[in-house]
């Protein structure tokens, strides 16, 4: 991960702003200390990965039981 110092940051933010684009995270410093993040944002919504994160889940809960509990039982369990 890149550090910038913030002087350095307001001089050359648009070229920053071209790193960024392409992946890559920078922090921007202030008297030597972490003061923000530049991260890349992700436009739209990807269904590929929302389906594959879908399956995972669909995969991790198999054979996953509630030990003869049901889930109606268990929330009036937690309700006063």
């Given at each position: 991960?890149?550090?910038v110092a913030l002087y350095e940051a307001k001089n050359k933010l648009s070229g920053l702003l071209d790193e960024?684009?392409?992946?890559?995270?920078i922090t921007?410093?202030?008297h030597g200390k972490a003061a923000a993040l530049l991260v890349p944002t992700?436009?739209?919504f990807d269904?590929?990965?929302a389906m594959q994160a879908a399956k995972t889940l669909l995969e991790?809960?198999?054979g996953v039981t509630l030990g003869g509990l049901s889930i109606k039982e268990l929330v009036n369990e937690g309700r006063p």
């Open positions: 991960m890149l550090e960024v684009a392409t992946g890559k995270q921007i410093t202030r992700h436009h739209g269904r590929a990965k991790v809960r198999k």
